[in-house]
């Protein structure tokens, strides 16, 4: 009997010696890059509580490109992408699905989480119901127009009617009536869902059997949303595929990426019992 239990503790040992990590995918919004979880101190926050950082992708003709790579070892690892932020959706969302692609070669037997930001928890769902969503075992959405918002509505105005400039600076921080031009597909796509739109076929799709979360903003009055993304729209329960299977966090932030929104994932992942090795 002593011998048998030896033998179990021995086996027990070595399966949990090859435990397989996890994977975290972190992917921008609108006007956003690679460097936005950099510059906010969130991969610091996460490299803190073991998540540690594997590599930057960017697209090129050539396909995705990793630029950086940290290796194959058994550490959770934490990978950014860099999208084109002023495309389309659909357009961002095929380069994702790439840039999985081969995150799923490099961790082929790992869960992938995927944290989205503002109009990237968009871009996030088309690649999951375009190209599947194999290995992922979770989205993570922060501020994002899962329901559009206005403000698109809002600049697409502004562009067509060629308005002052100190309107686009008031709604848009200052980002100039050339860079909502070059950003129209994409605007299009993040008006309100109507018949015929991006949105509207999106939120109809079926979607893949994983968890989601949605991470809300709160204005300092309490009430849901912020000043580009209503907080009914950051809620993935309004999108009626969705209704009751998303977890939802609150968080008292503007629509922006801040530190705090480090602690936030670190404690999501908590939520959905994914912890660091």
Do not use: C
């Not at 950086?68 to 495309?87: F, Q």
């Not at 969503?133 to 994002?144: G, M, P, R």
């Not at 600076?169 to 200052?174: E, T």
């Not at 309100?192 to 999106?202: A, H, I, V």
């Amino acid at each position: 009997m002593t011998y048998l239990k030896s033998f179990i503790t021995l086996v027990t040992l070595l399966f949990s010696s090859f435990a397989y990590a996890d994977v975290l995918v972190l992917v921008h919004g609108y006007q956003g890059s690679a460097n936005s979880w950099e510059q906010t101190g969130i991969n610091t926050i996460l490299e803190n509580n073991d998540w540690h950082r594997g590599g930057l992708f960017t697209g090129s003709i050539n396909g995705p490109q990793l630029l950086t790579h940290a290796g194959k070892d058994k550490k959770n690892k934490v990978y950014v992408v860099d999208l084109p932020s002023e495309s389309p959706v659909m357009i961002q969302a095929n380069l994702l699905s790439g840039m999985l692609n081969t995150v799923r070669n490099l961790h082929q037997d790992e869960a992938l989480i995927i944290v989205g930001h503002s109009a990237g928890g968009v871009v996030a769902r088309m690649s999951l119901i375009t190209a599947g969503s194999k290995n992922v075992s979770a989205l993570i959405t922060i501020a994002s127009p899962h329901i559009g918002t206005t403000r698109a509505e809002d600049a697409l105005n502004v562009t067509a009617n060629h308005g002052p400039f100190n309107i686009v600076k008031n709604i848009f921080g200052g980002s100039g009536y050339d860079t909502l031009q070059r950003s129209k597909g994409l605007l299009i796509d993040l008006i309100r869902p109507r018949p015929g739109n991006m949105l509207f076929w999106l939120n109809a799709q079926p979607h893949p059997d994983i968890d989601y979360v949605s991470v809300v903003r709160t204005n300092p009055v309490g009430f849901a949303g912020d000043d580009l993304v209503p907080g009914y729209s950051q809620d993935m329960n309004n999108i009626p595929v969705l209704k009751g299977k998303s977890a939802v966090f609150t968080t008292p932030q503007g629509h922006t990426l801040e530190p705090y929104d480090g602690e936030t994932i670190v404690q999501t992942l908590k939520h959905l019992d994914i912890t660091a090795d």
